[in-house]
């Protein structure tokens, strides 16, 4: 005889929210005589200590995935110092339209060859204009941070791009529905002023400023930038989290492709046939795109493991990379304030790396599994109900273990 299945329980979990990123206080494990569970009091400090020790090794992992980021832009910018000053070329679109080549050719044949609904042809019916779009926006945002080195300074530069950090956190709040906690804007604030220091140090030094014919004109093209990456950045985080990395970086590549040859064409074929060819600028061209696609293909794998907000406050170190680099290259004067801006910034990244964020529960998932009078909820067709998310989990969490954490 099939013994009876026990009786529902009253639901008393919070709302459900999406899989693979559960975490659980250790107050809430069942102790011993709770009815519940066997864990004693004893073994929940031990899990605990377990748990700190392995989120200070993942604290420590995602800073360091972060520097990998700014070290990859800290080439970018080399290769293109030596492209426009020493040999002159001025050639952005050019430059990011070699990337988006090495994007399609890479990626989105990749999308090509595949079966089903994960086809090239299957994602184009279903949401080309949303990433024909988002190649616009992508590559607008790289083409309005280059064009403002002509008519502001880099000091003004170096400081308008942090207005990427509010945007992400803005976008991530209402349409991510992450939630921040103190620790987070406190590291967030260190961090900014960190660049705060750097731009002084560029001041008292005596570095090199830039054009500055119409600074006006050229911060508006910093902001207008910044913003374009804000949303670019969160678009990306929310499509590799719900559908997939090859995807978005096939769509990057055959929209980018697409829109930055017609801006090539039309804006910089003059400025192409001035280049004076030659083995060397051949090579920075290719040390360019090298950097370039590594950025972009690595880009999503750190942003999956941490967030869009967190690896815009790692790349702030990209300068200051691209300094210490200039020292030795370009014989920069140095400051010992440069140094001081370096561990500013590592420290506001360890700050906002030392705590997780979380997401909101849905209101109207919320409101249906609150309401006393409203319809029993079948678990078996609706989504698994879990307490809490975090999107800065760096472990491969699976429902059947998940992962336990300290709140």
Known sequence: MIPPEPPQQPLQSPPPAPPNHVVTTIENLPVEGSGGGSLSASSRASVRQRIRKVLNREMLISVAL????????????????????????????????????????????????R????????ILRRRWWKYMILGLIDLEANYLVVKAYQYT??????????????????????????????????????????????????VLVGRHQGAGENKLVGDLLVLGGATLYGI?????????????????????????????????????????????WDWQIGLLYVGFSACMFGLYSFMPVVIKKTSATSVNLSLLTADLYSLFCGLFLFHYKFSGLYLL????????????????TYIAQDPRVYKQFRNPSGPVVDLTTTAQVEPSVTYTSLGQETEEEPHVRVA
């Open 153 to 202: 300074t880099l000091t003004s530069i170096q400081l308008l791009d942090c207005f990427v950090i509010p945007v992400v956190i803005l976008l991530s709040w209402f349409f991510l529905l992450i939630r921040y906690k103190a620790v987070h804007f406190i590291g967030i604030v260190v961090c900014i002023l960190g660049m705060g220091c750097m731009a002084g140090a560029d």
């Open 66 to 113: 972060g520097q990998v980021l700014s070290l990859l832009i800290c080439g970018i910018g080399l290769t293109s110092k030596y492209l426009s000053e020493d040999f002159h070329a001025n050639t952005p679109v050019f430059q990011s339209f070699l990337n988006y080549i090495l994007l399609f050719l890479v990626y989105t044949t990749t999308l090509a060859v």
């Open 341 to 356: 801006s370096f561990f500013t910034i590592l420290i506001g990244l360890v700050l906002y790396s030392s705590t997780s």
């Open 232 to 276: 670019s950045n969160v678009w990306e985080e929310y499509i590799i989290r719900t559908l997939s990395r090859v995807e978005f970086l096939g769509m990057i590549g055959l929209f980018g492709a697409f829109f930055s040859g017609i801006q090539l064409a039309i804006m910089e074929h003059k400025e192409l046939l001035k280049v004076p």
């Open 115 to 122: 079966q089903g609904e994960e086809n090239l042809l299957a």
